[in-house]
């Protein structure tokens, strides 16, 4: 088996253009990942389930994700970037294609398809990203790359739920014209990649299950970067899953676009919060990242306890900021500890952990709100990512 990835021989001012047509296909499929946020509501009356099967209905999303990463995420490694990527917006076409169907067994299917195609997809992108940076602008560091793959992953997240729940307010057939929208989107997103140049040349490798290969000495920071993910994951399935839940039920906020907007602003923030961390150093940005989601996860328990929709909104914006910033300071940790021939597999198990970190911690909230009320649910879940945060730090940060 050869253990190196060979780069595709081509001209840097060539394979670059590839760069952004990659990422829009990279932003528009975690978009659509994320339409059926403000959704939920409406499938609830249409199918007539519960708050718990909501969290369900997004842990099979998350157990699809997780399936997908450990048997394909790093396999561009060896067949090629650009082949995954196409693998992963096609089915990711067939899962919207599967939501228009009616029915609850329509939806579990559809999500966790929509969660194998972005298994497929994030260590990819990532990896493809960086190496048309690297290769298109040799010399210049990985600051851009860094900063627009996760701006898609986090940004499109964001986007989805806002541009779903706007249509689901004032467009007809709610359930409907968001997936025909998005599914246009991501035929676009086909059509742009098929033109992109390779960065990996081909190689006879046998297939095995995802693995993870770091440096010895890098294990404890390989794995503080881990539970960062875990954290800023659950933190973003909570947006992503039970918020349109909470803003009707305890906020008394019904509305489908607002829930969307709420939804787009945490994700936006965690952009923002990227962007404006960009020039600083990693252990600041860690540092920042870190005291915004501790202090953003305060808030949301007090916009919750209270209840008090501004203090939420606030909580909504300090955690997606933070969660942001955590998670780009994660991925670039994980990408300097790697070697370059498997850079691809690091990625692929840092978005391994944060996927199960977007599924169990959300489940759970689910079942404890089926036993205790939301508040105190909602509090145990806060605390348990605070707590993990803390033990995080110190190795995270440390040169």
């Known amino acids: 088996m050869s253990s190196t990835t060979a780069l595709a021989p081509e001209r840097p001012d060539v394979r670059i253009r590839g760069f952004w047509p990659v990422a829009y296909a990279f932003g528009v499929m975690m978009a659509f990942s994320a339409v059926p946020t403000p959704l939920y509501v409406l499938y609830q009356q249409r199918d007539g389930f519960g708050p718990f099967t909501v969290t369900v209905v997004f842990a099979t999303y998350a157990v699809g994700v997780v399936l997908s990463v450990f048997t394909v995420g790093h396999v561009s490694d060896w067949i090629g970037r650009r082949r995954v990527l196409i693998w992963a917006l096609l089915t990711n076409m067939l899962a919207g294609l599967i939501f228009l169907l009616p029915g609850l067994g329509s939806l579990l299917v559809a999500r966790f398809v929509s969660g194998v195609s972005v298994g497929m997809l994030t260590a990819t992108a990532t990896a493809y990203l960086m190496e048309l940076h690297l290769t298109g602008r040799p010399g210049t560091g990985r600051r851009r790359a860094d900063l627009v793959a996760t701006a898609a992953n986090i940004g499109g997240i964001g986007l989805g739920p ?162 942001g910033t955590v998670f780009k300071g ?68 440390r040169r």
């Open 162 to 323: 806002l541009i779903s729940g706007l249509l689901a307010e004032y467009v007809p057939f709610p359930l409907t014209v968001p997936y025909l929208v998005f599914h246009a989107l991501l035929g676009i997103g086909l059509v742009v990649v098929l033109r992109a140049h390779e960065t990996v040349t081909r190689r006879d490798v046998r297939w095995r299950p995802q693995r993870v290969s770091v440096p010895a000495g890098a294990r404890a920071r390989y794995a503080a970067a881990g539970a960062a993910a875990f954290a800023s994951f659950a933190v973003f399935g909570l947006f992503t899953s039970l918020t349109p839940g909470f803003l009707a039920g305890v906020l008394g906020q019904p509305s489908h676009a607002v829930a969307g907007q709420v939804t787009f602003l945490a994700f936006g923030a965690g952009v923002a919060g990227q962007l404006v961390m960009t020039r600083v150093s990693l252990a600041r940005q860690l540092y920042v990242g870190l005291a915004g989601l501790v202090a953003g996860l305060a808030a949301l328990i007090l916009g919750i306890w209270l209840p008090h929709f501004g203090l939420f909104l606030v909580g909504g914006l300090l955690t997606g900021a933070g969660a």
């Open 330 to 397: 994660a991925v670039v940790t994980t990408a300097g500890l790697a070697a370059p021939r498997a850079r691809g597999e690091a990625l692929a198990g840092l978005f391994l952990v944060g996927y199960v970190g977007l599924a169990v911690p959300v489940l759970g909230l689910g079942f404890a709100a089926q036993h205790l009320s939301t508040r105190t649910a909602v509090l145990i879940f806060a605390a348990g990512l605070a707590s993990l945060l803390v033990a995080a730090a110190r190795p995270l940060v």
